[in-house]
């Protein structure tokens, strides 16, 4: 069975970091592209950053702040985010994908709010 598990968001003030984590269980880690999506209330979910085993990839609002790594030998990826801003208010969600037979695979998400 697979599981994402996403961990780390919270509560932080405008101009914060915080580091999201994603453990993956029950697939090959290392043959997934793993992205980090977010939503916030009342938008379309949208992607933050991306990584392959080979690349990294980010939406232009974050690109500078964000930045998304890997550790395979712990089947988990990580987004560090900095200079947060009340509008990256939204849950986060973690996804696998492996596009060579149409898998794709969500975590449950994590809250992160930004405020004063």
């Known amino acids: 069975q697979v599981q994402l598990v996403e961990s780390g968001g919270g509560l932080v003030q405008p101009g914060g970091s915080l580091r999201l984590s994603c453990a993956a269980s029950?697939?090959?880690?290392?043959?997934?592209?793993m992205s980090w999506y977010r939503q916030a209330p009342g938008k379309e979910r949208e992607l933050v950053a991306t990584i392959t085993r080979t690349s990294t990839n980010y939406a232009d609002s974050v690109k500078g702040r964000f930045t998304i790594s890997s550790d395979n030998a712990k089947n988990t990826v990580y987004l560090q985010m900095n200079s947060l801003t009340p509008e990256e208010t939204a849950v986060y969600y973690c996804?696998?994908?492996?596009?060579?037979?149409?898998?794709?695979?969500w975590g449950q998400g994590t809250q992160v709010t930004v405020s004063s």
């Open positions: 996804n696998a994908n492996y596009a060579p037979l149409s898998i794709n695979y």
């Open positions: 029950g697939l090959t880690f290392s043959i997934y592209t």
